[in-house]
């Protein structure tokens, strides 16, 4: 028996794992909350994926891979649509972008979001229309907006005083008149992790409200008259559960809007509420369905826009992870497993922060199933870490797993869609895995494997 075997532990669990984790659960479930739609364990006991078993998945295209539900995906972006039949839906390409991924948000008719020229580059090459592609990012270069500005980007969403004055020179160079969000700084304190909050007053994003630059910032661009002022734009974090951020977030930018109809005689046609939407990522995490986040997020709207006297703007929403975070789990192969005494078994993957950093890097939480096989051996309570130099390598913190785990084995990660593969690095040369999408039994690589030829081909020394 390993050293964390449920049995051992009875009694004994420890500071181990967190309070949730500590009653061992039937290892071999799948929650569905927390899986792509189209994943079941198969009568064999390996996990399926739109009809593919995973170890012939592993076997085609090797591990570490992203495999993305392609049906999974296409699903959460006609939800969103149907959820706000009359906005706009941004899809956050910063969660991930490929060309594949853009002809599948295009084709189920959402719009999207870049935040930097590599991002613009990838939508275009796709053949996203440019007039629904909607241009983020706090340090837009003279490039990156002549680029956005000459292709025809829908909008801008404007950052700061510098880059008002950068498109507006541009826009004058070229004749043009560039539609144009102004991104207001709310001051709200959304409850998420600290770095992927981002309305509190002290960071970088946008123009402050309480400060006053975020109206002056729209006087500014109403009164120079040569970028036209489309609405006003707030995103407050990301990973958000709790509607309230919304509603004082939507209350103060719409407040601002009044002032601007009360300075200036205009009332702005758009709001963007921004994106996001929390997803699960443990059984612990209790997401709201798209309906009821614009059920919910209507309602603020229309009694805030009913107490200013304003007309209800044209709205638009900017979801990244809740469309593509479920759709995705990370197949890896086991490769050691650990059992350090008296603390805890490490079962080590062939990936790690490379392919997720989110785990170092926010303390994220994530789940993890045996992938390859059933297994009726007792749970043990494991930590999935990866192969890099650092301790705090680690994929899933704490996960039981069979205690009859060995090498060999195939591992899903769930919930790793979104903020992974565009994330990821290559610590310790280790190249960045495939992303394969699956749909109807069929498979295909849409982001294929790096190889080390790829990485030495950038070491020109
Ligand atoms: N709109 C704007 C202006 C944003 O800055 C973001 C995310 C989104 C929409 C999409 O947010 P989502 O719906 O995906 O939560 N790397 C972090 C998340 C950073 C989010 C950055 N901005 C993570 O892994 O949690």
């Given at each position: 028996?390993?050293?964390?075997?449920?049995?051992?532990?009875?009694?004994?669990?420890?500071?181990?794992?967190?309070a949730?984790?500590?009653?061992?659960?039937?290892?071999?479930?799948?929650?569905?909350?927390?899986?792509?739609?189209?994943v079941?364990?198969?009568?064999?006991?390996?996990?399926?994926?739109?009809?593919?078993?995973?170890?012939?998945?592993?076997?085609?295209f090797?591990?570490a891979?992203?495999?993305?539900?392609?049906?999974?995906?296409r699903?959460?972006?006609?939800?969103?649509?149907?959820?706000?039949p009359?906005?706009?839906?941004?899809?956050?390409?910063?969660?991930?972008?490929?060309?594949?991924?853009?002809?599948?948000?295009?084709?189920?008719?959402?719009?999207?979001?870049?935040?930097?020229?590599?991002?613009?580059?990838?939508?275009?090459?796709?053949?996203?229309?440019?007039?629904?592609?909607?241009?983020?990012?706090?340090?837009?270069?003279?490039?990156?907006?002549?680029?956005?500005?000459?292709a025809?980007?829908?909008?801008?969403?404007?950052?700061?005083?510098?880059?008002?004055?950068?498109?507006?020179?541009?826009?004058?160079?070229?004749?043009?008149?560039?539609?144009?969000?102004?991104?207001?700084?709310?001051?709200?304190?959304?409850?998420?992790?600290?770095?992927?909050?981002?309305?509190?007053?002290?960071?970088?994003?946008?123009?402050?409200?309480?400060?006053?630059?975020?109206?002056?910032?729209?006087?500014?661009?109403?009164?120079?008259?040569?970028?036209?002022?489309r609405?006003?734009h707030?995103?407050?974090?990301?990973?958000?559960?709790?509607?309230?951020?919304?509603?004082?977030?939507?209350?103060?930018?719409?407040?601002?809007?009044?002032?601007?109809?009360?300075?200036?005689?205009?009332?702005?046609?758009?709001?963007?509420?921004g994106?996001?939407?929390?997803?699960?990522?443990?059984?612990?995490?209790?997401?709201?369905?798209?309906h009821?986040?614009?059920?919910?997020?209507?309602?603020?709207?229309?009694?805030?826009?009913?107490?200013?006297?304003?007309?209800?703007?044209?709205?638009?929403?900017?979801?990244?992870?809740?469309?593509?975070?479920?759709?995705?789990?990370?197949?890896?192969?086991?490769?050691?497993?650990?059992?350090?005494?008296?603390l805890?078994?490490?079962?080590?993957?062939?990936?790690?922060?490379?392919?997720?950093?989110?785990?170092?890097?926010?303390?994220?939480?994530?789940?993890?199933?045996?992938?390859?096989?059933?297994?009726?051996?007792?749970?043990?309570?494991?930590r999935?870490?990866?192969?890099?130099?650092?301790?705090?390598?680690?994929?899933?913190?704490?996960?039981?797993?069979?205690?009859?785990?060995?090498?060999?084995?195939?591992?899903?990660?769930?919930?790793?869609g979104?903020?992974?593969?565009?994330?990821?690095?290559?610590?310790?040369?280790?190249?960045?895995?495939?992303?394969?999408?699956?749909?109807?039994?069929?498979?295909?690589?849409?982001?294929?494997?790096?190889t080390?030829?790829?990485?030495?081909?950038?070491?020109?020394?």
């Amino acid at each position: 028996m390993r050293a964390h075997e449920a049995g051992a532990l009875h009694g004994d669990i420890g500071n181990r794992g967190p309070a949730w984790l500590r009653t061992p659960v039937d290892v071999n479930a799948l929650v569905p909350q927390l899986w792509p739609r189209h994943v079941a364990r198969g009568p064999a006991g390996a996990l399926t994926v739109a009809g593919l078993d995973v170890r012939d998945l592993a076997a085609e295209f090797g591990t570490a891979a992203y495999v993305l539900d392609e049906d999974d995906l296409r699903g959460r972006c006609r939800e969103f649509r149907a959820a706000f039949p009359d906005a706009d839906v941004y899809y956050a390409g910063k969660a991930f972008l490929c060309r594949a991924v853009v002809r599948m948000i295009a084709e189920e008719g959402l719009f999207l979001d870049v935040c930097t020229g590599g991002e613009l580059a990838t939508a275009l090459s796709a053949g996203m229309p440019p007039e629904r592609i909607g241009f983020h990012g706090n340090n837009k270069s003279v490039a990156e907006l002549t680029r956005a500005v000459d292709a025809g980007v829908g909008r801008i969403i404007v950052d700061s005083f510098t880059e008002i004055d950068r498109l507006s020179e541009l826009a004058r160079e070229r004749g043009v008149r560039p539609k144009v969000l102004v991104r207001v700084t709310v001051g709200v304190e959304a409850h998420t992790h600290e770095f992927i909050a981002t309305a509190h007053e002290d960071q970088k994003f946008g123009f402050s409200l309480a400060g006053g630059a975020a109206a002056t910032a729209a006087f500014r661009i109403l009164d120079e008259d040569v970028l036209e002022l489309r609405g006003l734009h707030s995103h407050i974090g990301s990973q958000i559960f709790d509607a309230s951020g919304f509603e004082v977030s939507a209350r103060r930018v719409l407040a601002l809007q009044a002032q601007i109809r009360d300075a200036r005689g205009v009332e702005l046609p758009e709001l963007d509420l921004g994106g996001g939407f929390g997803i699960a990522y443990t059984t612990q995490d209790d997401p709201a369905s798209p309906h009821e986040l614009a059920k919910r997020l209507r309602k603020i709207v229309d009694g805030e826009c009913a107490a200013e006297n304003l007309a209800v703007p044209h709205l638009s929403v900017e979801p990244g992870r809740a469309i593509v975070g479920p759709a995705v789990f990370t197949l890896y192969e086991v490769g050691t497993v650990k059992d350090v005494d008296g603390l805890r078994t490490y079962v080590s993957v062939d990936g790690g922060m490379s392919d997720n950093i989110r785990t170092a890097l926010y303390d994220a939480s994530y789940s993890a199933t045996l992938a390859n096989r059933a297994s009726s051996t007792v749970p043990m309570l494991a930590r999935v870490v990866g192969k890099h130099c650092e301790s705090g390598d680690i994929v899933v913190k704490d996960e039981f797993l069979p205690a009859d785990v060995q090498p060999g084995d195939l591992l899903a990660v769930p919930g790793t869609g979104a903020y992974c593969r565009s994330m990821a690095s290559n610590y310790n040369h280790v190249p960045r895995p495939s992303v394969v999408a699956v749909r109807d039994g069929h498979a295909r690589v849409i982001v294929r494997r790096e190889t080390e030829d790829d990485l030495l081909a950038l070491d020109v020394g």
